[in-house]
């Protein structure tokens, strides 16, 4: 079946980054992404998380899709993943990544990730699992889906969420331990191995789900609700 026959009334949101340092994935992706109707100025294309971040820090510079690859020369894609996904939790963000270690794919799905593709995949296989992300779909790879099914057993259920828990995350939770204890931002980072950008977006959250505006609010809240000794 043609790349193109995989169009049809399919929405495309721009602009789409591309982070990956491999230039032939590279290409190979801008080719797919433009078969799939993208013009070449809808999509930007990084080679390092330095890279994307210098575009998204820009003027009015945003994305409506992210492909990511995890292993990059400067870092791992899931810390990327995890900062934008604390700015904005509705971007899709597709891990198209050699990788398939059980380690790397529950920390791509975890941070936020909404699929996960392993490079080898032809380009059939590819585009279609783009064309699912962009229908409002999570493609998750044959190989990466067996790999979480064998390890759902293993999962404990969900907790009932108490009336008084605020819904924070696991990073959320830790986070605002630290702002207790009194940290600042860069040495939250730096306990943590985040960026600072990454944090500020996480005690962003934790004030929105804490209805405060403040650190020492954020505390007392903390302290109030007995989420921290």
């Known amino acids: 079946?043609?790349?193109?026959?995989?169009?049809?009334?399919?929405?495309?949101?721009?602009?789409?980054?591309?982070?990956?340092?491999?230039?032939?994935?590279?290409?190979r992706l801008q080719g797919l992404l433009q078969q799939l109707g993208y013009s070449s100025d809808a999509l930007v294309m990084t080679g390092s998380l330095a890279e994307a971040r210098a575009y998204l820090a820009g003027e009015a510079h945003t994305v409506s899709l992210v492909l990511v690859d995890l292993g990059l020369p400067d870092g791992s894609g899931v810390e990327l993943i995890e900062e934008l996904h604390a700015q904005a939790p509705n971007l899709p963000m597709l891990v198209v990544s050699a990788w398939s270690t059980q380690e790397m794919i529950w920390a791509a799905l975890r941070a936020g990730a909404v699929g996960y593709v392993l490079?080898?995949?032809?380009?059939?296989?590819?585009?279609?699992?783009?064309?699912?992300?962009?229908?409002?779909?999570?493609?998750?790879?044959?190989?990466?889906?067996?790999?979480?099914?064998?390890?759902?057993?293993?999962?404990?259920?969900?907790?009932?969420?108490?009336?008084?828990?605020?819904?924070?995350?696991?990073r959320e939770h830790t986070i605002l331990h630290?702002?207790?204890e009194g940290l600042s931002n860069r040495e939250i980072a730096e306990r943590l191995f985040l960026s600072r950008y990454t944090v500020e977006s996480h005690i962003k959250n934790v004030y929105r789900k804490l209805s405060v505006s403040s650190r020492t609010q954020a505390a007392q809240e903390a302290r109030r609700r007995r989420l921290v000794d």
């Open 119 to 170: 490079k080898e995949r032809d380009d059939m296989e590819m585009a279609m699992a783009l064309r699912s992300v962009l229908r409002g779909g999570a493609p998750i790879d044959p190989f990466i889906a067996r790999r979480i099914i064998e390890e759902l057993p293993l999962q404990a259920p969900p907790a009932v969420q108490a009336a008084d828990d605020p819904g924070l995350s696991a």
């Open 178 to 180: 630290l702002v207790v």
């Open 1 to 27: 079946m043609p790349t193109q026959m995989l169009t049809a009334d399919l929405a495309l949101p721009a602009p789409v980054l591309v982070v990956e340092d491999n230039p032939l994935v590279r290409n």
